[in-house]
């Protein structure tokens, strides 16, 4: 790219999905846009909920963090869209990645003067670009990393990862040894938080589970969730405790120390959250029930567990089908019963 004359010359990606997970699908097409700016760095418009601050905070690639807040938040509507377009125009930026279909976020860098703008340009956002390389209208319900990936090779960037790549801050990984490196390895981390209900095996399967991968011989667990699975956390850690197996409730940690603790682990098992999508972006492999939402294929580290050709539901997927998985990767307690 040929960097903008004068002051403008930051670049700014907006990616408004809203999960942590769908932050780190973005990660590939993100860092190749950020290897073509000027500076080699970018701005991130997103959703707070992506806790892209923390989860990006040592990424080389980007520069700082803008919050969009919508559904709701003070920039729904039209008013809304005018305080968005005040905060892109105090920015300057040169150049705008849009990576989603709204026109919205097209208009608004429109408004607010942003000289280059790119996007997918499917329907009416195609009007309000200006860079020739876009999207063709079959790819309206392609998936959205998908749709990324094609607009970057689409411009001439070069995707120089395959899949997400995660950078862990130095000092959480300090952290993270000196609060649990005593702990015999391997560790595995077990994933029992869930941003919707459909999407939670629960926690007595859980704890069957727990129960099955640790004891003599067994790995450390470490069980990880949000606030909302404090008390789960409890239960399972006390049960696998009282049993002599060596687990660790470390739910509700910081992201930034998540991802450091998930790339000490050698496997992570659990929900389809984004600490699975975390766990293969930092190297390592991770076994994702997928009983309430489709099984993901963009990293070859994800193992998908599901239920039984025909079925449906968390509540069919069972211990034994992940404890299988488990073993593939040769890991689980060496007194553990064989799955049948």
């Not at 993270?176 to 595995?188: C, K, N, Q, S, T």
């Not at 470390?250 to 682990?265: D, H, K, M, Q, S």
Request: hydrophobic content about 45%; glycine content about 12%.
């Amino acid at each position: 790219m040929t960097p903008e004359p004068g002051p403008r010359r930051r670049t700014l990606v907006i990616q408004p999905l809203p999960g942590i997970g769908d932050m780190v699908w973005h990660l590939p097409p993100i860092h190749a846009i950020a290897k073509a700016a000027p500076d080699g760095r970018v701005s991130i418009l997103t959703k707070p909920r992506s806790l892209a601050d923390r989860l990006l905070v040592a990424d080389p690639a980007v520069d700082r963090i803008l919050w969009l807040h919508r559904n709701p938040g003070i920039h729904d509507g039209v008013a809304g869209l005018f305080r968005l377009v005040a905060l892109l125009r105090r920015e300057a930026f040169a150049t705008v990645w849009i990576l989603h279909p709204s026109a919205r976020y097209a208009l608004a860098a429109l408004l607010a003067g942003i000289p280059r703008r790119i996007g997918f340009g499917i329907g009416v956002q195609k009007r309000l670009l200006n860079h020739a390389a876009h999207l063709a209208e079959e790819d309206r319900h392609s998936h959205p990393i998908d749709k990324a990936m094609r607009l970057v090779t689409a411009c001439g960037l070069t995707l120089e990862e395959d899949e997400p790549r995660l950078t862990v801050l130095p000092a959480a990984a300090a952290r993270i040894a000196e609060r649990y490196g005593y702990l015999p390895e391997p560790w595995v981390a077990v994933g029992i938080g869930s941003s919707e209900p459909f999407k939670q095996w629960g926690a007595d399967n859980f704890a069957a589970l727990a129960a099955r991968l640790t004891g003599p011989g067994g790995p450390t667990l470490f069980l990880l969730g949000g606030p909302g699975e404090t008390d789960m956390g409890r239960r399972i850690a006390a049960g696998v405790r009282a049993e002599g197996g060596t687990v660790e409730d470390a739910v509700g940690r910081p992201i930034e120390e998540t991802a450091a603790l998930l790339a000490r682990c050698r496997l992570y098992v659990g929900n389809d959250t984004g600490v699975l999508n975390m766990a293969a972006a930092v190297g390592v492999d991770g076994i994702g029930l997928f009983g309430g939402s489709p099984p993901l294929h963009h990293s070859r580290r994800i193992r998908c567990v599901a239920p039984p050709a025909g079925e449906t539901g968390m509540e069919r997927i069972s211990v034994d089908q992940v404890m299988a998985a488990v073993r593939d990767l040769g890991l689980g307690a060496a007194n553990a019963p064989e799955a049948g």
